[in-house]
T-cell receptor, first 114, second 114 residues
Framework: AQSVTQPDIHITVSEGASLELRCNYSYGATPYLFWYVQSPGQGLQLLLKYFSGDTLVQGIKGFEAEFKRSQSSFNLRKPSVHWSDAAEYFCAVVPKAAGNKLTFGGGTRVLVKP | KAGVTQTPRYLIKTRGQQVTLSCSPISGHRSVSWYQQTPGQGLQFLFEYFSETQRNKGNFPGRFSGRQFSNSRSEMNVSTLELGDSALYLC?????????????FGPGTRLTVL
């Protein structure tokens, strides 16, 4: 079955430390890939997306993600976390030729320690 | 450009009632999608409208319906509300001439069913 998995429900990281959030997908062909962030009580903000081309994608707020076809993964990274990065992060995919029907992972909640 | 706007931001209804939520997309965007977010089920796709036509539909009962107007504004309606319909309803707009494009989300409408 087609699915998106974010293995980590919660991650706690110290301010200034690096962050990596995992995302794995199970689709027959490589879908379009997205990372969104949601702050409490807010909607979703797009961090970055991968459609094709360079497998290392740069996004907003200092985030980047690497697409690895062999591992069916699209992991999100940030070298140095700020307290304002505390939020919930969602990986999402759309199979090619499926319009705009996003399928989301379960999300990873990031807590930032001072 | 103004972002995606959703009204109202908060709603309280009782079981058996019906509710209508509204979404105004980013100017120039013709695709509007709706998602339901709950703690138990996460983010789930409801439906997508493009040029006043439903283009994609998720796995929700017929009590959930939507429509899109000629100015691309969209409404979704939930009839005969159930307690389990309590959720954050998110609207997203995009500007695809065809296929998939990046979706930009509104702040959501928080629906509570008592």
């Amino acid at each position: 079955a087609q699915s998106v998995t974010q293995p980590d429900i919660h991650i706690t990281v110290s301010e200034g430390a690096s962050l990596e959030l995992r995302c794995n997908y199970s689709y027959g062909a490589t879908p379009y890939l997205f990372w969104y962030v949601q702050s409490p009580g807010q909607g979703l903000q797009l961090l970055l997306k991968y459609f094709s081309g360079d497998t290392l994608v740069q996004g907003i707020k200092g985030f980047e993600a690497e697409f690895k076809r062999s591992q069916s993964s699209f992991n999100l990274r940030k070298p140095s976390v700020h307290w304002s990065d505390a939020a919930e992060y969602f990986c999402a995919v759309v199979p090619k030729a499926a319009g705009n029907k996003l399928t989301f992972g379960g999300g990873t909640r990031v807590l930032v320690k001072p | 450009k103004a972002g995606v706007t959703q009204t109202p931001r908060y709603l309280i209804k009782t079981r058996g009632q019906q509710v209508t939520l509204s979404c105004s997309p980013i100017s120039g965007h013709r695709s509007v999608s709706w998602y339901q977010q709950t703690p138990g089920q996460g983010l789930q796709f409801l439906f997508e409208y493009f040029s006043e036509t439903q283009r994609n539909k998720g796995n929700f009962p017929g009590r959930f319906s939507g429509r899109q107007f000629s100015n691309s504004r969209s409404e979704m309606n939930v009839s005969t509300l159930e307690l389990g319909d309590s959720a954050l309803y998110l609207c997203a707009s995009s500007h695809p001439e065809s296929g998939t494009d990046t979706q930009y989300f509104g702040p959501g409408t928080r629906l509570t069913v008592l």
